[in-house]
């Protein structure tokens, strides 16, 4: 019923979602879309694919496993694996649906490894963020998921008890399965304190802490004042291989905006504001 | 002000004691004399009295930034919060108890499904698992199961049911929780609070 009657909000959203398409497109990005239904191969699903199907919405139709699109930078790296883009930099907008609900999301990907590209675009879109959609966000927490496999090896980090006691930061479980390593004590220093206190005990790991200060400066400079970064972040899927940035709103415990940089086939970076 | 959701009944008792060993006359005070009070406020902190099932989504939400709840409840609950801290209270064990020894246990009563049916899966021994919210022992000693999965302290709810633990299973432990929002902001609040606790 309520389909058939004026929704003052449907029509906002819609002039949203062509305002954040036109803000991108005007500084040369791509529009870009997927279908929303996604058709899996039962033998050909990737472990990224197996992992993420429980919050899909799926069925079965002619042998093949039909879901709805979980979200876009999956969809992208899905496409992208698959077939050659000649787009530099991309820019969408639609429905994504997870854990039983319809969220929309407004996105941006750039497709090439260079870092002040992808700063580029992340300043644009927290400027959307910032005329549009109620004001800069208020912090931001930073994390490089090349990170953790420099400072504990990558044997440590295939061990289950371990990646759920990363993703939990829980000090006594780490103490108790990582012995004398440092990073169980790091986790009681404030999060600030934690890279200087890094970078001190694993000077290999510099060149990741310079590219995370350069991300961190974006940032500032867009005008987030309190940025924060994660040492012990774990990526939801295998394709996120760099810097990765959550961005949260005055109030908000979950993230209004979240995305980082991949590998599919080549290097990109995307983000994602969710609403 | 930072708040701190605490798990009531059971292991409320047990942090008290360790609050009275551990030299936090005030916070034992204000918690001590909270009769029906489901909030105390004292020093800076506020503590939120909730059903011990409802502190993570207490701190999930965001309400607390921290909270004090059993391990049992996090391992059936799989909440997404930061699980920081093993505190030295609360401690207990999950075990599996029946009226009979049995070769084989194919009916169990329990309140902690998920973690009743990660228990058989480990053992690959295939099992019906009835969910039940309250006296799970009554299950046992009429017949509805062949043996019930719960938090065993002391033993004595299971002997005056005429009821014995069959298996030790995982020990159980209050944990401390913080909001994964919470763990960036408020960091420095969260950080004092574990120091005045000194369990490290």
Same mark, same amino acid.
């Not at chain 1, 420099?150 to 108790?176: F, N, T, W, Y």
């Given at each position: 019923?309520?389909?058939?009657?004026?929704?003052?909000?449907l029509?906002?959203?819609?002039?949203?979602?062509?305002?954040?398409?036109?803000?991108?497109?005007?500084?040369?990005?791509?529009?870009?879309?997927?279908?929303?239904?996604?058709?899996?191969?039962?033998?050909?699903?990737t472990?990224?694919?197996?992992?993420?199907?429980?919050?899909?919405?799926?069925?079965?139709?002619?042998?093949?496993?039909?879901?709805?699109?979980?979200?876009?930078?999956?969809?992208?790296?899905?496409?992208?694996?698959?077939?050659k883009?000649?787009?530099?930099?991309?820019?969408?907008?639609?429905?994504?649906?997870?854990?039983?609900?319809?969220?929309?999301?407004?996105?941006?990907?750039?497709?090439?490894?260079?870092?002040?590209?992808?700063?580029?675009?992340?300043?644009?879109?927290?400027?959307?963020?910032?005329?549009?959609?109620?004001?800069l966000?208020?912090?931001?927490?930073? @994390?490089?998921?090349?990170?953790?496999?420099? !400072? /504990?090896g *990558?044997?440590?980090?295939? &061990?289950?008890?371990? =990646? #759920?006691?990363?993703?939990?930061?829980?000090?006594?479980?780490?103490?108790?399965?990582?012995?004398?390593?440092?990073?169980?004590?790091?986790?009681?220093?404030?999060?600030?304190?934690?890279?200087?206190?890094?970078? @001190?005990?694993f000077?290999?790991?510099?060149? !990741? /802490?310079? *590219?995370?200060?350069?991300? &961190?400066?974006?940032? =500032? #400079?867009?005008?987030?004042?309190?940025?924060y970064?994660?040492?012990t972040a774990l990526?939801?899927?295998?394709?996120?291989?760099?810097?990765?940035?959550?961005?949260?709103?005055?109030?908000?415990?979950?993230?209004?905006?979240?995305?980082?940089?991949?590998?599919?086939?080549?290097?990109?970076?995307?983000?994602?504001?969710?609403? | 002000?930072?708040?701190?959701?605490?798990?009531?009944?059971?292991?409320?008792?047990?942090?008290?004691?360790?609050?009275?060993?551990?030299?936090?006359?005030?916070?034992?005070?204000?918690?001590?004399?909270?009769?029906?009070?489901?909030?105390?406020?004292?020093?800076?902190?506020?503590?939120l009295?909730?059903?011990?099932?409802?502190?993570?989504?207490?701190?999930?939400?965001?309400?607390?930034?921290?909270?004090?709840?059993?391990?049992?409840?996090?391992?059936?609950?799989?909440?997404?919060?930061?699980e920081?801290?093993?505190?030295p209270?609360?401690?207990?064990?999950?075990?599996?108890?029946?009226?009979?020894?049995?070769p084989e246990?194919?009916?169990?009563?329990?309140?902690?499904?998920?973690?009743?049916?990660?228990?058989?899966?480990?053992?690959?021994?295939?099992?019906?698992?009835?969910?039940?919210?309250?006296?799970?022992?009554?299950?046992?000693?009429?017949?509805m199961?062949?043996?019930?999965?719960?938090?065993?302290q002391?033993g004595?709810?299971?002997?005056?049911?005429?009821?014995?633990?069959r298996?030790?299973?995982?020990?159980?432990?209050?944990?401390?929780?913080?909001?994964?929002?919470?763990?960036?902001?408020?960091?420095?609040?969260?950080?004092?609070?574990?120091?005045?606790?000194?369990?490290?």
């Amino acid at each position: 019923m309520t389909s058939f009657i004026y929704n003052p909000k449907l029509i906002q959203q819609k002039q949203l979602e062509i305002e954040f398409l036109s803000f991108f497109h005007g500084h040369g990005f791509g529009i870009i879309d997927l279908p929303v239904v996604e058709a899996f191969d039962w033998g050909g699903m990737t472990e990224d694919d197996l992992l993420l199907m429980p919050q899909r919405e799926t069925w079965v139709q002619n042998g093949t496993v039909h879901a709805l699109r979980h979200d876009w930078t999956n969809s992208i790296v899905r496409y992208l694996n698959k077939y050659k883009i000649d787009a530099e930099r991309a820019v969408y907008s639609g429905p994504v649906f997870h854990t039983g609900s319809e969220h929309s999301q407004l996105g941006m990907e750039v497709f090439s490894d260079s870092s002040a590209e992808q700063q580029d675009a992340l300043g644009l879109l927290i400027e959307f963020m910032d005329g549009r959609l109620g004001g800069l966000p208020r912090m931001a927490v930073i @994390s490089h998921y090349a990170l953790l496999p420099m !400072i /504990l090896g *990558e044997d440590r980090m295939a &061990e289950p008890a371990i =990646r #759920r006691a990363l993703s939990q930061r829980s000090e006594s479980a780490l103490k108790g399965l990582l012995g004398n390593h440092p990073l169980p004590a790091l986790l009681g220093d404030r999060p600030e304190a934690q890279i200087h206190k890094l970078r @001190s005990i694993f000077p290999e790991i510099s060149p !990741i /802490l310079e *590219e995370l200060t350069g991300w &961190e400066e974006t940032l =500032r #400079r867009s005008g987030i004042e309190a940025v924060y970064p994660d040492i012990t972040a774990l990526p939801a899927q295998s394709y996120y291989d760099g810097v990765f940035i959550r961005l949260y709103g005055e109030g908000h415990t979950a993230p209004a905006a979240s995305g980082g940089q991949y590998t599919a086939r080549k290097k990109a970076f995307g983000m994602g504001i969710f609403y | 002000m930072i708040t701190i959701a605490l798990s009531k009944g059971r292991l409320l008792k047990s942090f008290l004691n360790y609050l009275e060993q551990n030299g936090h006359p005030r916070w034992h005070g204000a918690l001590k004399s909270a009769q029906r009070e489901l909030l105390v406020e004292t020093e800076g902190i506020r503590f939120l009295l909730v059903k011990g099932d409802d502190v993570p989504t207490y701190v999930e939400e965001g309400i607390a930034e921290l909270g004090i709840t059993g391990s049992d409840i996090l391992a059936e609950n799989g909440t997404d919060v930061n699980e920081l801290l093993e505190l030295p209270f609360g401690r207990c064990h999950f075990a599996l108890a029946s009226k009979e020894e049995l070769p084989e246990y194919r009916t169990i009563a329990t309140k902690y499904v998920n973690y009743a049916k990660s228990v058989f899966d480990r053992s690959e021994k295939p099992v019906k698992i009835i969910k039940l919210n309250g006296s799970v022992e009554l299950a046992a000693v009429i017949g509805m199961a062949d043996a019930i999965v719960d938090i065993v302290q002391s033993g004595e709810t299971l002997r005056m049911n005429g009821l014995q633990e069959r298996v030790v299973l995982d020990p159980i432990n209050a944990r401390l929780i913080a909001n994964k929002h919470a763990f960036f902001t408020r960091s420095a609040e969260i950080r004092a609070f574990i120091n005045e606790l000194r369990v490290n």
